[in-house]
């Protein structure tokens, strides 16, 4: 694992996509404060540059940089959770301005997966997780539906977990400043 680190790592440094096993379905990542890299998911996935994307934190400590005000039920939901959450905060800063929602929003989770764990706490920055499909098609639940396109746009594709089927993405909540609750998905 520590070899398929160190290459993914390289790539985000060098500004470059990488195709990575996440706690839910494979994802497309690079640098979540680097535009240039963010411009190319939008181009590879064929997706508009106004729709926004997810990215993956290691720990509250590093989501405490790149969100002003974190609301004191995402803590809570981070302890009883036991699915994927992602959550949706108001007052993003510190990223790529193309990965902002237009309300200044982000959607970011801290995943529960030791690979994606290790890989943020060494790149000591947010990596966008978006899934490793083209926008209108259907999210490929294992390495083996992810199509040819997505497979030579990416600059590294992670060796490990080509086995694991993943059934469905992370819930999303949106947890407003002002204490509003709102399930996405």
């Given amino acids: 694992m520590q070899k398929e680190i160190s290459n993914a790592l390289q790539v985000l440094k060098e500004g470059g996509l990488i195709l990575y096993p996440t706690d839910t379905v494979w994802g497309i990542g690079c640098d979540a404060t680097n535009p240039e890299a963010v411009k190319k998911i939008f181009q590879l996935k064929g ?10 934190v290691a720990d509250d400590r590093m989501l405490s940089k790149y969100v002003k005000e974190i609301p004191q039920v995402a803590f809570d939901i981070f302890e009883i959770s036991e699915e994927p959450i992602t959550i949706i905060y108001d007052d993003a800063q ?9 309300d200044k929003s982000i959607a970011i989770r801290i995943p529960n ?63 407003s400043a002002n204490g509003k609750v709102k399930i996405i998905r």
Avoid: M, W
């Fill in 47 to 56: 997706r508009e540059d106004n729709k926004a994307l997810i990215c993956l």
């Fill in 113 to 175: 997966d030791d690979f994606c764990f290790q890989l943020l706490r060494r790149f000591g920055k947010p990596i966008v997780s978006t899934s490793a499909n083209a926008s209108g098609e259907t999210t490929p639940k294992s390495y083996k539906e992810i199509t040819p396109h997505i497979l030579k746009g990416v600059d590294y594709v992670v060796n490990l977990h080509r086995e694991k089927i993943c059934t469905k993405p992370s819930s999303i909540i949106k947890l």
């Fill in 94 to 102: 510190n990223l790529a301005e193309n990965l902002i929602a237009e």
